[in-house]
């Protein structure tokens, strides 16, 4: 394909073609949808209020917003233009046709092998058979140097670089110029690019790399920031460190990956194929598979295969055309003891790097004439038995491990004798052997050729992923690699808010530089270009972090608290863009000099982000408010999803005496919350202000605070109740909420859907009830630690010990605060020293009104014992059996079955954004704000890990426990839904819409920015981007500036539009009526707002290769799951 991208065409397609981010309509705006949910449950919420949305619900004071909203409103009173869509759900049919359904296969496999290596004498027949047909099936042996250069895990980033990384790849131009027959591969571009960028000076080192690439000698693999781990990043994020490598290689290098190398990541996720396959990858390999895959892949000759995603039927045919091959190395490991063949003893013998002082394992002599028959023979013994795992018989050899040539001597080493190898066997014909050194692709190549050319088995049909990575090697004993899932929970805490700010960072930023540039502000725009190397760091500190021992919590302590720096310094990067991007779309006279110019700073506008974190390491806090008498405090939200959202704002107050005002001056519902100063103890110099914001789909909102006299109106006071245990209630002074003791044992949170009970003693969840469907069901929330066994649970593996009992620490007595408020009321419980946990429901007739909010803090740091595993547990009445669904990535659902004969550890899975359990009446989802481990241990359970304090290393290599151990939040959304039958039974796992839109507003909460400055700045008070609000079911994954073509630094007025449409079940009944149920066929592309789109093109998942010019903008279409990706030049 070619590398284009297209700019200026002279075309202006003025405002109609905007575009993709404009998407359709009207669909979803039928009468029944959108507004007018108003009156239909008020029976089931007796006390408290419930808000509904409405047609009315907003008004806009801005004139040029005016013909807009007017415009949108008609729009919902419309029917659906499309005219096939109905109410029917469709559903998205699964792939039938494959030759490996993991799921199916997986509880069949060996998992007790009786020793480490699976080699055994059938495996040797088949070699001695298949070596007497070389003659007419010569072994083709591809020899691969390469190395593993961590981005951080012993030493950090830098101190790799430093010591290691530069050397390896100034020795790599030096000597594959000398050595010419010689290649290397390199995947890490954050390495390659700091590398690059150094060598300034050096153009001619420069124009050698290029060379090198040109003439095939130096191959780009995969091209990602990093080597992402698979099982707790979000694919957001992996996406997004993709598109960072390849937009560097496009712009520094001009090369386009086709081939992709994962390693060392500890288990293989079947999203990752999507997303590579989508960025035009053709092949891959893959390492780490739990040992009983590599067994039963081996035996079959399987272990490559066209992997293939549940959705895509389209892919069903037999030219795979479009699908990626994978490869998955057949032993355990990718150093050379591992990789040339079964037998390490003799792999050891080729290892022939020697430095001075270096321990090494190697037992390789010098090749000389005497011993290169001996040594060829032993080579092509082992070579052999390799190739005969494959039907093709092409042998892929690795040599290099981690960090290997760093020492120049290595490549001499390693070079010199291969070399003499190679020319002794290919030189004797004897052999039936043709060897030489070659690239991943190189090696491809081969084997694509092989399988036109001959009549060989063809590789199988794969379907599913390879979770949880197991491995034997090195203790002998099934280990499993399921401890890192949750391990330092609060750094992948901190790792998905990154990603939540740099993506709104990300859309405001490229819609404000595109108004300033069509407004022709040369001083604003100046400032988004200096502003752009904020994104830059952001991008990089999220991308690093993506690496396999980052989000993965497998560093050392020191290390991962230098991602953390690295993962603040672009957070605070982020928030600067956001303010600054919202600042010149909706602020006026705010002259760049003022903004900049100190002795004015009292005049300048400012906005802040509401998301204080102290340091790289603290919780995020909020501004305390100090709301002004006269003008009130300005608030602005800003909504980043292309659809209407409901959010519920929380900023802190000192005067508790207020009303909240959207931008039309309308009154909305707002609510006062006492603050907790201790668990026993309100305070009165802070208080939690909620209000409700309607948000018009990617806007721009202001609301304002104002206070009002305590006198004027009775209304004004805060009218929560505030319920506690017998206790306290003597001890608690606060003239302005009202004191209650808890005299019921059952403590209820009802919502306009339903109605959740929890028990006054433990203070967690006894049952939820849905109303509408009078569904019942039991669910008990305990938090619990496992005992881990010593030496074998670590920052990798989880081991819980299988004789001590699991301890509950909630089976006693907690502080539980119980607020009642009309907005939203809320259930606290703490249990001193291990968790406190708030349950809330908000009375709210949208997806707010329909699950249950759960947030939990913990500190195992102040745990005086080690060796814990803390998880809250779910036990519920459903009759899941032994089946529960784990999502891959946030991207797609999985079926996951417990397998009793393997043990607790092995049955845990990686969550990034979910799991569910269900039955035949009910299914019950679990949303997570970030990754975790998660198993059902039983019928109707749940369990997800938060955190993990561990004394002891594991053996893989860490050297360290983990007892850096951070204060951390986890948020959840707990979701009970009907199960409905349909027309069709099968489809792919899938959450409901409405699990896609809580888990949505979990992981993307709107950006809440407080105003200071003089009123006079406002131009606007609102603003919207779009006309129509896309499909309910399209995220926006992401609309991200590309660099120019030439200046990878430098912002071009293109961006990367990134759609994903979600697909749903259609055996969940949604019990909010009307909402998000219609879905159609196609997407219309019309109207942006305020910008111009001069041209959109549909390309690749990273923008490198361009698949077609969109011309006809009213028929998008996405199939459900896929992600598509169009880069939209602005005028
Ligand atoms: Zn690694």
């Known amino acids: 394909m070619m590398l284009c991208f297209p700019r200026k065409g002279r075309v202006r397609l003025m405002l109609i073609f905007l575009s993709l981010i404009a998407m359709c309509l009207v669909v979803l ?90 080699w055994n004498q059938t495996f040797e027949n088949r070699y001695v058979k298949r070596r007497r047909e070389w003659a007419n099936l010569p072994l083709k042996v591809i020899v691969l140097p390469h190395t593993h250069p961590d981005p951080g895990w ?58 090198l690439i040109n003439n095939g000698q130096l191959e780009i693999v995969t091209g990602g920031w990093v080597m992402t781990d698979e099982a707790a990043a979000h694919y957001h994020a992996m996406i997004d460190q993709l598109i960072e490598g390849h937009q560097w290689l496009r712009t520094t290098l001009g090369v386009v990956p086709s081939n992709a190398w ?83 003893k ?108 001959l009549n060989i088995d063809k590789p199988p049909t794969l379907l599913g992923d390879f979770f949880p990575y197991g491995d034997v090697y090195a203790d002998g004993r099934p280990s499993y690699w399921t401890g890192y899932f949750t391990t330092r929970p609060m750094w992948k805490k901190f790792c998905r808010d990154l990603q939540s700010w740099l993506r709104s960072a990300e859309i ?88 900049v110019d100190d002795r004015q700073m009292s005049e300048t506008p400012k906005l802040i982000p509401d998301d204080k974190r102290l340091y790289y390491d603290s919780l995020p806090e909020k501004n305390v408010l100090l709301v002004s008498s006269s003008d009130g405090q300005k608030i602005v939200l800003f909504n980043s999803f292309p659809f209407h959202r409901q959010e519920v704002a929380r900023v802190l107050i000192k005067n508790p005496h207020v009303r909240v005002v959207n931008s039309s001056n309308q009154e909305v519902p707002s609510q006062v919350n006492p603050i907790w100063s201790s668990s026993a103890e309100i305070t009165d110099k802070v208080y939690q202000l909620n209000f409700l914001a309607d948000l018009l789909p990617l806007s721009l909102s202001t609301f304002t605070i104002f206070i009002r006299e305590k006198s004027i109106d009775k209304k004004s006071e805060p009218s929560v109740s505030v319920f506690v245990n017998d206790a306290l209630d003597s001890s608690l002074k606060n003239t302005l909420f009202n004191f209650q003791v808890i005299h019921n044992e059952n403590i209820a949170l009802n919502s306009p859907y339903l109605s959740a009970t929890f028990s006054k003693y433990t203070g967690l969840l006894k049952s939820l009830h849905l109303l509408s469907q009078d569904i019942t069901s039991q669910i008990e929330t305990k938090f619990l630690y496992y005992n881990s066994e010593e030496f074998r649970s670590g920052a990798y593996l989880f081991q819980p010990n299988p004789v001590s009992p699991i301890l509950n620490i909630s089976d006693r007595f907690p502080i539980v605060h119980l607020i009642q408020g009309h907005l939203v009321s809320e259930l606290t419980t703490t249990y001193p020293n291990t968790a406190t946990t708030t349950f809330r429901v908000y009375h709210l007739d949208g997806p707010l009104g329909a699950g249950l909010e759960i947030e939990t803090k913990f500190d195992l740091y102040k745990r005086k014992h080690y060796n814990l595993e803390l998880f809250m547990r779910l036990e519920s009445d459903l ?39 269900e039955d035949t009446q009910a299914r019950l989802t679990l949303l997570t704000s970030n990754a975790h481990g998660c198993t059902s241990s039983q019928s109707g359970n749940l369990e997800v890990v938060l955190d993990r304090r561990l004394a002891y290393d594991d053996s893989r290599g860490l050297g360290e426990g983990v007892l850096d151990n951070k204060p951390t939040n986890a948020h ?43 009123e006079k700045y406002f131009q606007r008070k609102f603003l ?95 199939q459900p799951m896929e992600v598509h990706t169009y880069n939209v030049t602005f005028v």
């Open 29 to 118: 705006y039928r009468n029944s949808d959108v507004p007018n949910l108003s009156g239909q449950h008020d029976d089931h919420s007796s006390t408290v209020p419930v808000y509904h949305r409405s047609n009315g619900r907003t008004h806009y004071s801005d004139d040029q917003d005016r013909s807009l909203i007017s415009h949108m409103k008609s729009k919902f009173s419309q029917q659906p233009v499309v005219s096939k869509v109905s109410g029917m759900c469709t559903p998205v049919s699964p792939l039938t046709k494959v030759d490996i359904n993991v799921t199916q296969v997986y509880p069949t496999l060996n998992f007790y092998p009786s020793q480490r290596s699976y």
């Open 508 to 595: 405001l930023y490229s819609l404000a530089k595109a108004v300033v540039t069509q407004q022709g502000n040369a001083q604003f725009l100046e400032l988004m270009h200096q502003n752009y190397e904020h994104l830059t760091v952001a991008r990089q500190a999220l991308g690093l972090f993506q690496h396999h021992d980052a989000i993965t919590g497998t560093s050392k302590q020191r290390v991962m608290h230098d991602y953390g720096q690295k993962l603040f310094k672009g957070f605070q990067g982020t928030k600067d863009v956001i303010a600054t991007s919202a600042k010149v779309l909706l602020f006026q006279n705010m002259t760049y000099k003022q903004s």
């Open 1024 to 1118: 919207t981007f779009v006309q129509n609000p896309f499909p309910c079911d399209v995220h926006l994954v992401n609309l991200r500036t590309l660099p120019t073509v030439i200046n990878f630094n430098k912002p071009s007025s293109s961006s990367l539009l990134i759609l994903h449409r979600q697909g749903h079940t259609c055996h969940v009944k949604s019990h909010v009526p009307g909402y998000c149920t219609h879905y159609p066929s196609k997407m219309r592309l019309s109207e942006l707002s305020h910008v111009q789109v001069e041209s959109v093109y549909q390309t690749s998942l990273t923008g490198i290769h361009v698949l077609q010019k969109i011309l006809q903008l009213n028929d998008i279409q996405i």
């Open 154 to 211: 012993l030493k950090t980033y830098d101190e790799y670089y430093i010591t290691s990384v530069s050397y390896i790849l100034n020795n790599m131009v030096k000597k594959l110029n000398e050595y010419k027959d010689l290649t290397f591969i390199w995947a890490e571009i954050s390495y390659f690019s700091y590398w690059w960028d150094r060598l300034k000076n050096q153009p001619q080192v420069q124009k050698t790399v290029k060379d």
């Open 262 to 344: 994962s390693i060392d990541p500890f288990g293989h996720s079947s999203t990752i194929p999507y997303l590579l396959k989508s960025a035009g990858m053709k092949n891959m390999f893959i390492q780490r598979t739990h040992f009983a895959w590599k067994q039963y892949l081996a035996e079959k000759q399987q272990l490559e295969f066209w992997w293939k995603q549940n959705f895509n039927l389209f892919s069903q045919n037999q030219s795979h055309e479009g699908d990626i091959l994978c490869h998955m190395s057949p032993f355990d490991l990718y150093s050379i003891k591992h990789s040339c063949g079964p037998h390490q």
């Open 972 to 1014: 959840f959304w707990l979701l009970l839904e009907e199960r409905q039958r349909t027309t069709s039974d099968r489809e792919i796992p899938n959450l409901s819409q409405l699990g896609h839109a809580l888990s949505s507003i979990l992981n993307y909460p709107a950006i809440v920015m407080t105003f200071e400055g003089s």
């Open 346 to 453: 003799v792999c050891l013998m080729f290892d022939f790097r020697r430095i001075p002082g270096e321990i090494s394992e190697t037992m390789a002599e010098q090749i000389n004439k005497q011993n290169v028959q001996k040594q060829a023979d032993l080579l092509v013994g082992q070579y052999g038995r390799l190739g005969s795992l494959f039907p093709h018989n092409v042998a892929l050899v690795l040599v290099g491990d981690d960090f290997r040539y760093n020492h120049e001597v290595e490549w001499d080493q390693q070079y010199k004798n291969y070399k003499k190898l190679f020319n002794f066997i290919n030189a004797n014909k004897d052999y039936n052997v043709d060897i030489k050194f070659g690239t991943l692709g190189d090696y491809f190549q081969e084997v694509h050729k092989r399988m036109r050319n």
């Open 879 to 917: 009759a899941s059996e032994d089946i529960f669904y784990t999502d891959s990535n946030g991207f797609q659902m999985t079926q996951r079955i417990r397998l009793d004969h393997i043990p607790l550890e092995a049955n845990f899975y990686p969550v990034s954004t979910a799991a569910y359990i």
